[in-house]
Nanobody
Framework: QVQLVESGGGLVQPGESLRLTCRVS????????LGWYRQAPGKQRELVAS???????TYAEAVKGRFDIFRDNEHNTGILQMKNLKPEDTAVYYC?????????WGQGTQVTVSS
């Protein structure tokens, strides 16, 4: 059974950083692209960043220059490093992979940016 577990969320002040981790089990992350999404209250889920199997990264305009996505294939883990966080980054963050044609999601981790 493929499972994704996010961690690393929390409450931070504007300008601070957080590092989100997505631990993958039941499937080798090497064989999939990795995506990080977020969903704020009352809004649709949106793609924040993704990295494909060739390590080509894409970012939403709102986070370019502040967020970095990594694949740690050795530890079967995906990472989203977030810097200079803003109140508008507040959301539940989810990671997602494609495991043999099936899209798998984690349970999400809450990120709150507030002074």
């Amino acid at each position: 059974q493929v499972q994704l577990v996010e961690s690393g969320g929390g409450l931070v002040q504007p300008g601070e950083s957080l590092r989100l981790t997505c631990r993958v089990s039941g499937f080798f992350l090497y064989y999939s692209a990795l995506g990080w999404y977020r969903q704020a209250p009352g809004k649709q889920r949106e793609l924040v960043a993704s990295v494909n199997r060739d390590d080509i990264e894409t970012y939403a305009e709102a986070v370019k220059g502040r967020f970095d996505i990594f694949r740690d294939n050795e530890h079967n883990t995906g990472i989203l490093q977030m810097k200079n966080l803003k109140p508008e980054d507040t959301a539940v963050y989810y990671c997602s992979i494609n495991a043999n044609g099936r899209v798998v999601w984690g349970q999400g981790t809450q990120v709150t940016v507030s002074s």
